[in-house]
């Protein structure tokens, strides 16, 4: 290969795309390499069923920094966002539970459940925006060392305990109990009704492998409301033409600066020579090389799969090893031959439009969390339906819808062994008929079921353990403790090799700033 | 009939029938989640009719808590700065609530029906903090804001509307009286109370008797000059009585998402008056005295005589050095003072009657943009104070 | 004001850390009076009438009494000392298998069952633990400090943060990552042995409603260690003689102490503190009131929510205090064909804890409101541990046992007997024949605990131990400092840094807080 390029990035998802668009634009030579034949890693459009469009991994839209849709003209570029306005949970007895956008309207619908959670909500919501407030200024932020005495990690520090402080006393002690609780104790403190705390603890489960009634998943809720803090019309969103549409707009603004995309180009290989990165090697033993490699892999797939312990400070490797990224999440993409029906949801409701759900108590979700502690999916899971094709028709055929159906939780192993295919199809028949219970006819609309657990999360889009934030998001891996302490600056041990994955700050969701941060942190390196 | 919160963004008041046949000009806002008019007619015809005849206005939004129980007394004696076991039977009293560190939640009205009978009447809801409030006293605290309509009939003919209605004795209720009254088998509170300054009275019953008691009035009052008011009107009486307004002139609730203390206590609103430090604990009181006593006050506010006729909605003001020392919060031109006044939060250290203050108003005429450094006068409030607000009894005119 | 008051203090609840807060005032020339609504002193140390033989009301071992506090208050002066200072302890499986080990060395000799692998972990494990726990300690002995406030607490903050800085760049970090994370990842991460690390687990989640899985259980492992360095430890005539020990050092400081007296109410005239009143009526006055039941009860109770804003109120019934641990005692007749047999287990402290999958499992049934069908069990033969015990014929076996909900579902009765059963079954297992030699038997519940002693819920340490109610943020982080924002009326108990477990250590920091802003009048 006589190309040599300035940064190689491995791995086309967004945070990959994202890292490398920065840089494009910033005039470094990028080349983007990609094991699969199509690039967006989790955030993925893929007709795996004739005229069905399936987002098979990630599936909403919201997290997505602005201040990368503006640096990269994403709706330029092609991403359109269709706003939903709520999410609707449906309760055994065959009543519901709907949230609203207008704010009487949504406290209304709470009274009928309970008169003082409806009140409640304001002083629950006021405390989630707050928090939202200071996290969001971190998130674009490179975490500042606090072992370090260099200038500008004393300074990073300095700045964050200013804006901690300017919040006042006593919310600095609600700020640090709040990353420390569990979901649960934070919403007992707000909420009586449990339909109403199991709607709202959904939001602290997601992708995590903890339970409600953990402490530190009340952080975990943030993540979700991070999306709603801009004032964004329809904070969420369907991606039209599904969430490949966000690749697609990334890797347009990755082009458009010169940026090249190889696909179909496993790398096998972190070429380190002289204790510097300088390349990789292909799977069919090619080498691409490069003065800078940046990986949009997990840590363990980077540091413990691609590269030479050898290579490596002992102490790193251990610590990457004990990076906690169990696998808790599957999904079911499914296409269906009509619209299903949820009785128990009004016709008119426009909640049904957005998210749907069937856990009507925080002892449901911590229930479903037992069995995935004892190595097991859940045998009554948290599901978050949602049929985007009611809003976008370029997602299925006329009068036929796709629905993408998130589960938690599903553990990376069975009881300790490997996923089998019986496995699978037993998870996938639990989720269908969970869902059955809600909906009539759902089963016999079901053309074609993609059942996606951690193995194939793990195998297809190369997420370790299948786990979808590269990471759990809890206290011991947040800020400068993510992924590991000591390289929470998006640079390894190795001179030249990055990392832009989710594995590092802030962690997942389809948000781009690790892959924003890492950008910056190269070209500050680059001194570009 | 109660419609599911997915058939209706926006509810309506019990009045709606009468109100939407009135509203001509289709302005209508959404006040707590209830369809409301902005101005029926013409705003100044409205206005008018509150400050020289008589005008009708539908406050049914209002939250209204009914408050009993052997401790109802001593629950707002700890809710409330004031103290209430000196508020009589079928008496009103303005009061005001705070939170742990004396900020400000929200102002209101209490009613006494009874011994251990009370409603209170606020902007804002705040169940939560009333039930909490409640733990370790013997209260019973219910939310009836739907099932209670409400009107306030306010001008100086409001007295003789009411007579002619029917309501025999009306005049010999005083400021801030309470009183029962039977018509065509509903029963109806009227207090003497409102939120323009003027002589005015607020009329209380069940929702089922909405249209027949607008009926009446309307009726009652059609040789008094009686016409339904939108809230556009009743803001412009509110300022020139000097009344501040729940997130207007201060953030309810008690609670600031974003730092820099956007809070107020009582003490930096005027509401000195309400607060009583004798009458043993209540909410706020130990943060309170501290400022009290520690002057740590950090803003007043005062009222403004603004000079020239443009007003001054949301001007910053300075002093005569140019340094800002705080901001408009309610402004208005007052068609019956024939003045521009405004009701501004000044820092608690400048001394307004020597500082030079000066608002920075910016005005558009014929879409060209002017910036006038209008200079201000500090004024008593209310703006506007006509004796025949306090004299018992009522004139009838 | 010209009032004359009756003390200068009154402590109510007689306590550890009533009496240890006590003891502190009145060595600083103090009138102080303690009142106490049982008829001897000691609270959970209290001795009690079982069968004829007397056994500690609750208080099952020392898990690290600070020691600086016997020596401040000359205990062994007033007849305290240790009959096993550093009680060795065994894990055991389902099939009767045991590990034996020590918190508090690193022989690894006594770890046979484990794997070398395992062995030769231990060390470096154990002692890094203790040298975090050496941080822990640093902390559970200071007054929490504010996060506002003057140049004090930044002071505080700063020889923490120096503290931290010594342990050198790596650990330090080591040290921020795990001290929030589980106990259940740390020890999969160095262990293989599933026993073993059950045992560790077990040492972790003693007494909290916490699982191996469950975030901040390294921290509670930490303040475990950090009392006496992983050694646990029983007083020669069992816990109450601590009890007896620090009413004698009381008394001879002249603290005057008033049994049978409930307290009804503090009495508070213009937003001070003016004395209490009790359940008959009498009103006892003194400036300062302290109490050493738990924050809820005292403020919620003593003080009254009509003293207190809604907000505060709002925080303190935001307090979680639920109890989870269960004690249970056994009277055992003539042991001595039974000793001979497992005479070193008899001395020793005994947990059943097959795996760490048992214990959350045992968790899991209390998280809705059902005991554990399997629990995880402490149990100890106090009158064998205690050579001065040994004329007595007949002995006791006390158990701790996890997890029994303070809010159950179903009959209380029925879940008695099936505690008791289940325990007494893990007991046998773990004493062959130990059934057999059972003559009476006592259960006690959350429930009963918060009947016995006043502290709402039951909970061994008062208030759940974890990071949001931990320092500066126990139990509330506006009662933090020990005092109310009522005038004159201090927290001294377990529900105030940095907790229960009969460390004394609140009842100390509360009284340092009280001299150093009550001068004598």
Known sequence: MADRFDALVIGAGHNGLTAAAYLARAGVKTVVVERNPYIGGAAVSRELYPGFTYSNCSYVCSLMRPEIMRDLDLPRHGLQVIPFEGSVTMTEDGGYFASYLDHDQNRREMARYSARDAEAYDDYSAEVLRQCRFIKDTLLMTPPDPTSFRPRDLRGLVDLGRRFAAQGEDWMYDTIRFWTMSCGDFLDQYFESDIIKGHLAGSSIIGTALGPKS?????????????????????????????????????????????????????????????????????????????????????????LNCMDASDLPDDFVRQVKNFKIRGSSGKLNIALDGLPEFPSIPADCPARYGDMHVSDSMDYLEIAYDDWKSGTWSKRPYVDMMIPSMTDPTMAPPGKHFMSVFVQYVPPKIHGRDWADADRDAFRDTVINRIAEYSPNFKDLILDVEVRTPRELEAEVGLTEGNIFQGELTLDQLLFNRPVPGYAQYRSPVKGLYMCGSSTHPGGGVMGAPGANAAREILRDLKR | MIMAPYESQVLTTPFHPRTSAYCRTNHWANWSGYTTVQVYTDVQLEYFAARNSAALFDLSPMTKYDITGPSAEAFLNRLLTRDIRRLGVNRVAYVAWCNDDGM????????????????????????????????????????????????????????????????????????????????????????????????????????????????ALMEAGRLYGITPMGSQALEMTRIEAGFIQANVDFLAGGRATRPGGNLRSPLELGLDWLVNFDKGHFNGRRALLAEHQNRTSRFKLVGLDVDGNKPANDALLYDHRDREIGVVTSAMWSPTCKKSIAIASIKHHVDADHAGIWADIYVQRELKWRRIKATCRVVERPFFNPPRRRITPAGAH | MSTRYNYDAIVIGAGHNGMVCAAYLARARRRVLVVDAADAVGGALRPIDFNGLSVPFAAQLDYGLDRSLVDDLELSRHGFSYAVEDIGSSVFNRDGSRIDYAMSNDDTRSLAGVSKDDARQWPEFRQRLIRFSGIISDIARRSPPRLGGDSANARTWLAIALKLRRLGRSEMREFLRIGAINIFDVLEEQFENPTFKAAIAAEAVLGHHLAPRSPNSVLTLLMRLAGSQGKIALPRGGMSALGAALQSACESRGVTFRMNALVRRVVIDNDMARGVELDDGTIITAPTVISSTDPRTTCL????????????????????????????????????????????????????????????????????????????????LPTMLDASDRESRQHLATALVQYVPYQMIGDINMARDTLLENTRNIAELMLPGFKSHITASRVLLPTDIEHGLGNHGGHWHHAEIALDQFFMLRPVPALAQYQLPVAGIWLCGAGCHPGGGISGVPGRNAAVRILASVSLR
């Not at chain 2, 903090?129 to 219910?142: E, H, Y």
């Open chain 3, 301 to 380: 109770n003593l003080v009254g929510a009509d003293h207190l804003d809604t907000g505060f109120v709002r925080r303190v019934r935001n307090i979680r205090s639920n109890g989870c641990t269960a004690r249970i005692d056994f009277l055992l007749d003539n042991l001595s064909g039974f000793a001979a047999a497992s005479a070193l287990g008899l001395k020793r402290r005994l947990i059943y804890a097959p795996d760490m999958d048992t214990i959350e499992r045992a968790f899991n049934d209390s998280k809705y409101g059902r005991i554990s069908a399997e629990p995880l069990v402490e149990l100890v």
């Open chain 2, 104 to 215: 400000l939640i929200d102002d209101g009205t209490v009613f006494r029906f009874a011994n251990n009978r009370f409603r209170l009447c606020c902007q804002e809801r705040h169940l939560p903090w009333l039930l909490d409030s409640a733990f370790g006293f013997d209260v019973d605290i219910t939310e009836v804001t739907e099932s209670i309509a409400a009107l306030a009939l306010q001008g100086p003919t409001s007295c003789a509307v009411l007579k002619s209605a029917g309501f025999a004795g009306i005049e010999n209720l005083r400021p801030f009286d309470l009183a029962e009254y039977e018509l065509h088998g509903a029963s109806i509170h009227i207090s003497r109370t409102g939120f323009t300054g003027d002589l005015g009275y607020e009329l209380w019953f069940h929702d089922r008797h909405a249209l027949d008691v607008w009926d």
């Open chain 1, 215 to 303: 402490p530190g998943s009340a952080y975990v809720l943030l993540h979700h409301y991070m999306g709603e803090v801009d004032g964004n019309i329809g904070a969420w969103g369907y991606a039209r033409g599904g969430m490949g549409a966000v690749s697609k707009s990334l890797a347009a603004a990755f082009q458009e600066a010169g940026g090249v995309i190889r696909t179909d180009a496993p790398v096998a290989q972190i070429i380190v020579e002289n204790g510097k990165a300088c390349g990789v090697a292909l799977s069919n033993g090619d080498e691409i090389r490069a003065n800078n490699v940046v990986s949009n892999m997990d840590v363990k797939r980077t540091f």
